[in-house]
């Protein structure tokens, strides 16, 4: 995948958050060898699913490393994720707003979600996803997703279909959730 244009290559000393921004870019990208690669969407009304996962994961991943790292000094990872998820839901409020997974009709229309609902307000809905299911859970589902999907293009119903709650306490299925969140426009 091609990452880098100008903005990322600095001419004079980065600033942290700039190597921060660089860096949640690349997450970003590597993550598209899951969602995009190895499991592809069957029609653009799943591109949140692409863009809104990488997003979410970029950020989700370097948290976790981010302690590791020794050469590389980030800022902060959530209040990254925090500003750009801001720019999710002011476009959300605009006239132009649109569910994070709608119907596309055409190729023309998918050109206009590439925008903070589909990348921001997506990822933000995977953060709560997380906190409603729990991060095991999350992970399991996605591990069973990516092994039983390998190499095909699929809707997006077939991520809820690979959900199974590791807890009485954990909802059923994620229908309601989907229905409110994601295929639904406007502020929650």
């Known amino acids: ?47 949140w699913l692409n863009e809104s996962f990488a997003e979410f994961i970029s950020h989700l991943a370097l948290t976790k490393i981010q302690d590791k790292l020794s050469l590389l000094k980030l800022s902060d990872i959530w209040l990254e994720f ?63 997703y990516f092994h039983k999907l390998n190499i095909q293009t699929r809707p997006c119903t077939a991520l809820q279909q690979n959900y199974k709650p590791l807890s009485p306490s954990y909802p059923e299925n994620l229908d309601i959730w989907q229905k409110e969140w994601i295929q639904t426009c406007g502020l929650n």
């Open 82 to 144: 925090l500003k750009r998820k801001t720019r999710g839901y002011n476009e959300d409020q605009a006239p132009t707003t649109h569910p994070i997974n709608g119907e596309i009709p055409s190729t023309h229309q998918a050109e206009t979600i590439f925008d903070g609902i589909t990348y921001n307000k997506g990822a933000a809905c995977l953060k709560q996803i997380i906190h409603l299911i729990g991060e095991e859970n999350f992970s399991k589902s996605m591990s069973i």
């Open 1 to 47: 995948c091609v990452i880098f244009n100008d903005r990322y290559i600095y001419k004079d000393q980065a600033t942290e958050q700039r190597r921060t921004l660089r860096a949640i870019t690349t997450a970003h990208e590597q993550a598209h060898m899951w969602f995009g690669d190895l499991v592809t969407m069957k029609w653009w009304n799943d591109l």
